[in-house]
């Protein structure tokens, strides 16, 4: 499951929240579990994938 990375712009604190791409489709309302704000900004995170192959 994907995990996506947001700012709150009220408390300034960074989190992660794991939906699945369906449920990312939906655009969920995300909430801040610290402050309880909406006023959430989503991060730009890289990602990489391991795999048993050699390359």
């Given at each position: 499951?994907p995990?996506?990375?947001?700012?709150?712009?009220?408390?300034?604190?960074?989190?992660?929240?794991?939906?699945?791409?369906?449920?990312?489709?939906?655009?969920?309302?995300?909430?801040?579990?610290?402050?309880?704000?909406?006023?959430?900004?989503?991060?730009?995170?890289g990602?990489?994938?391991k795999?048993?192959?050699?390359?």
């Amino acid at each position: 499951m994907p995990a996506y990375e947001y700012l709150c712009k009220d408390c300034k604190r960074d989190f992660m929240v794991f939906l699945s791409l369906k449920e990312f489709d939906e655009k969920p309302k995300i909430t801040c579990p610290h402050c309880q704000s909406d006023n959430v900004q989503k991060q730009i995170v890289g990602f990489y994938v391991k795999t048993s192959k050699k390359s």
